[in-house]
């Protein structure tokens, strides 16, 4: 089995295309410096707004916890006001309904002892009858 082995020429310098890294590349040229200090100067920015940032959050923090502290301290006196008249309310209706459902219940109470007692005497006079 024969194969081809060949390996493509290389192209000359006419037909490789200006996109082409190698096509800008001359090695008899010196490279140019590497830019550091833009690049420097860039991470300090960087770094500086990170910094700006960082604080702006913080502060932003600091003002949301301080709300929620002077929210928290304000709204249990509020509550325990609002709590309170509820309650005040509630137990005035559970008393005025004991004081109407006592009445009854005493009544009712009297009435039951009254038949006991009743029950008690007749089957008392049963008994000496015998």
């Not at 009544?107 to 009858?129: G, H, K, P, T, W």
Request: glycine share 2%; with cysteine; charged share 30%.
């Amino acid at each position: 089995m024969d194969v081809d082995q060949t390996t493509p020429s290389p192209k000359p310098a006419a037909e490789k295309t200006s996109s082409d890294p190698a096509a800008r590349l001359n090695i008899h040229e010196p490279f140019g410096t590497f830019p550091a200090a833009n690049l420097i100067d860039e991470y300090v920015a960087h770094e500086e707004g990170e910094d700006e940032f960082i604080k702006k959050v913080l502060l932003q923090m600091f003002d949301i916890m301080l709300e929620l502290k002077i929210w928290s301290d304000c709204r249990p006196k509020a509550e325990i006001e609002k709590f309170a008249n509820a309650m005040d309310d509630k137990l005035k209706l559970i008393e005025e309904k004991e004081r109407e459902q006592g009445m009854s219940l005493w009544e009712r109470a009297r009435q039951n002892l009254v038949a006991f007692v009743a029950s008690i005497q007749s089957a008392l006079a049963a008994l000496r009858n015998l």
